[in-house]
């Protein structure tokens, strides 16, 4: 089969492999029919994550059509149209059996921590991903669903990472009706997290980014306020003062490790490894959110020796919340409010690159090219 392949930070080819095997009973092999490239794929692909592994294939947003089954699957039957949350989980754990399906026990030698996930590292797993023709998927029984015949293919592969991630962004901030949102990051999982705000009772929602066409898509898609932090010579200063000096009841960290950091922050992560980014946007949401406030990080970070503000959020009585979202958890509700016509996910999504192009993809989307704020991955139907 055709798949990208990792070969170094800022290094991506498009190379034969073998294609997957069923390698466990309750195995099945996906013939994937869209991807996607997530601003998380952007910290492997400029190595800022630990075990990221020369061969390996990113891509944990996914939809296709059932190849194959193993034995044991009874849910799935070969031409059944799936998606597929970017958690692998077994369903039966300690942890899946209370929801916390990112949390599992049995997928990841490192599930101390994290799960397991698709294409991310073996800090996850070691689970190859789906920017490729086919990709294997383990517990089939538990993790895909058949997608529905009346909802778009590409609205269901929002469903597989963004639009989950940004609402559980949301309910991780238990907003309360009237309160004052603030999200860090336009980029997909921030936008959903702004539009879901809303949903959940929001009186106010905020976007900070640097990008003017990303704050100009929380505007139109999010219906939000936007701030540029670039024109501010201290963005939580005037965060402050637009939430009466306050700070916001809840702040959504929706960028991660990426955030603009100095100098030192940049080579340590990606010259020396040392750590997976830096704590600028978690700092922004410590200082700008008020006392007795909550700050929700679904951000992706690795590894940080860099200062977090605990001190701080620990004297102003913060409740911070922070999991990576257990996808399967949200469809219900959101497969809901799609039905009703809250919001059309597919509304996000720029651009829509073939596999061999898909270096391209990666380059536009790093370095925030073309106007793009989600770019998916199209396979040969052949």
């Known amino acids: 089969m055709r798949a990208m392949v990792y070969r170094g930070p800022y290094k991506i080819r498009v190379e034969e492999k073998p294609k997957p095997r069923i390698e466990h009973p309750n195995d099945a092999i996906i013939r994937v029919a869209l991807g996607a490239v997530c601003g998380s794929d952007l910290h492997?692909?400029?190595?800022?994550?630990?075990?990221?592994?020369?061969?390996?294939?990113?891509?944990?947003?996914?939809i296709g059509v059932v190849d194959e089954v193993g034995p044991s699957v009874r849910n799935l039957q070969?031409?059944?149209?799936?998606?597929?949350?970017?958690?692998?989980?077994?369903?039966?754990?300690?942890?899946?059996?209370?929801?916390?399906?990112?949390?599992?026990?049995n997928v990841n030698p490192n599930a101390t921590a994290v799960g397991g996930i698709y294409g991310y590292s073996h800090t996850c797993g070691g689970y190859d991903g789906g920017q490729a023709e086919y990709v294997r998927v383990p517990f089939a029984d538990v993790g895909p669903m058949v997608i529905p015949e009346w909802l778009h293919d590409e609205d269901a592969m929002m469903l597989t990472d963004a639009l989950p991630t940004g609402y559980f962004g949301a309910q991780l901030g238990d907003i309360t009706e009237g309160d004052a949102v603030v999200v860090l990051g336009a980029g997909p999982v921030g936008l959903f997290a702004a539009r879901s705000a809303w949903l959940m009772g929001a009186s106010r929602v905020i976007v900070v980014d640097h990008l003017d066409y990303r704050l100009e898509m929380a505007r139109t898609f999010a219906h939000a306020e936007t701030v540029n932090f670039a024109e501010h010579d201290d963005v939580v200063v005037h965060l402050k003062r637009t939430t009466d000096h306050l700070g916001a009841d809840v702040v959504i960290d929706a960028v991660g490790a990426e955030a603009d950091g100095n100098f030192l922050q940049h080579v340590t992560a990606t010259k020396l490894k040392l750590q997976g980014g830096s704590p600028v946007a978690l700092n922004w949401a410590i200082d700008a959110v008020r006392k007795g406030g909550t700050v929700a990080v679904v951000g992706a970070y690795g590894p940080m020796f860099s200062a977090v503000k605990f001190g701080d959020a620990l004297n102003k009585g913060l409740t911070l919340r922070m999991n990576q979202c257990p996808v399967r958890r949200q469809w219900p509700r959101l497969l809901e409010h799609i039905q009703a016509g809250h919001f059309q996910p597919r509304d996000i999504v720029t651009h829509r690159i073939p596999l061999e192009d898909i270096g391209e993809a990666y380059h536009l989307f790093s370095a925030k090219l073309d106007n793009i704020v989600k770019p998916l991955i199209v396979m040969d139907p052949a």
């Not at 492997?44 to 944990?60: A, Q």
């Not at 949350?85 to 077994?90: E, L, R, S, T």
């Open 44 to 62: 492997l692909y400029h190595g800022m994550m630990p075990d990221t592994r020369v061969g390996t294939t990113f891509g944990h947003e996914f």
């Open 78 to 105: 070969p031409g059944d149209r799936v998606m597929v949350p970017f958690n692998v989980f077994c369903g039966t754990c300690y942890f899946c059996a209370r929801g916390l399906y990112s949390n599992c026990h």
